[in-house]
């Protein structure tokens, strides 16, 4: 069987806009547009910086099918069922096929963790009873478990099993991958720093962060890294690696939430425990977004 990968270019993780009610479906809405009009490639509903780890199972369901419904099939949607519960894990995908997602994102076990024989199992026995396509989620800094390149290569020979976002920030282990695994694994990266040097060794774009206030600069340069016009994607890379790095000065998803308000643009309320930025924070968010050329 070959693989096709689920998307080329730019994937934005997208953001929950809550209220004081829930989730808020018009300003959902309204971000669905704004990233299919700046070129994004696919979305991710329900990650980390969806805060999906405060979403009731009501407000999952009802906002993965809102967004599958609203997106119309305009970006492929990939919907986030990770958890360190497998059974749980299976639901999220098994609801996620139901509702039409293209495919979706599975983050390996946090808190109780597992061994690299664990992941291979946690990772099969969803991939074995959804017949839908899994990307791997690879986030050691998160959930305190890396993905070995070997157990990439076992992964891999599942027909389910489609690709990996690589956010360990780790090249080597990337550059391992791709030699053993090749087509049969697809790379996104999932980190908007590392964009250019993995696509440098093949990764097909990124699922990023920072799309969600530049989504038309991402997909430029996903698309000159496709092309392969590093040097052009470099440029730009230079233009926004500050604020690649500003979008983590605080935890994810506080910042790019606070600079989607400093735009004018109405990301919600953050739920706890999550909170607002410290002053010293936002001044350097507001300043690095000043130099990268974006009013606030």
């Not at 994004?40 to 407000?59: F, K, P, Y």
């Not at 230079?238 to 998803?253: D, G, H, I, M, R």
Request: with cysteine; charged share 20%; net charge negative.
């Amino acid at each position: 069987m070959v693989k096709v990968p689920i998307f080329k270019g730019s994937c934005t993780a997208i953001i929950s806009p809550f209220n004081e009610h829930g989730v808020d479906y018009d300003r959902l809405a309204k971000n669905l547009d704004y990233q299919y009009e700046n070129g994004t490639a696919a979305i991710l509903v329900c990650g980390t910086t969806g805060e999906n780890a405060t979403l009731s199972s009501n407000e999952y369901a009802e906002m993965l099918r809102f967004c599958v419904q609203e997106n119309k099939g305009r970006m492929k949607l990939i919907a986030g069922v990770g958890s360190n519960n497998t059974e749980t894990a299976l639901k999220n995908a098994q609801y996620a096929k139901y509702t039409g997602a293209d495919a979706i994102l599975m983050v390996t076990p946090y808190y109780n963790k597992t061994t690299q024989k664990g992941l291979i199992e946690h990772f099969t026995y969803v991939a074995d009873r959804v017949d839908i396509p899994m990307i791997l989620y690879n986030v050691p800094s998160r959930t305190g478990i890396g993905i070995k390149a070997e157990t990439y290569k076992e992964l891999s020979k599942h027909p389910n099993i489609n690709g990996v976002k690589e956010a360990s920030g780790d090249i080597s282990l990337a550059v391992k991958t791709r030699s053993l695994c090749e087509d049969d694994l697809f790379i996104w990266s999932g980190n908007d720093d590392n964009t250019v040097p993995l696509m440098s060794i093949g990764a097909l774009g990124v699922i990023s962060v920072a799309s969600n206030i530049v989504p038309g600069a991402l997909s430029k340069l996903c698309a000159l890294c496709l092309e392969g016009d590093f040097c052009h994607a470099s440029e730009l890379y230079s233009k926004y690696s500050q604020l690649f790095s500003a979008l983590f000065v605080e935890t994810n998803p506080i910042p790019v939430k606070t600079a989607m308000k400093l735009m004018d643009i109405d990301s919600g309320l953050m739920r706890l425990p999550l909170t607002e930025m410290s002053d010293e924070n936002l001044a350097y968010l507001k300043n690095t977004m000043r130099e990268c050329g974006i009013n606030v």
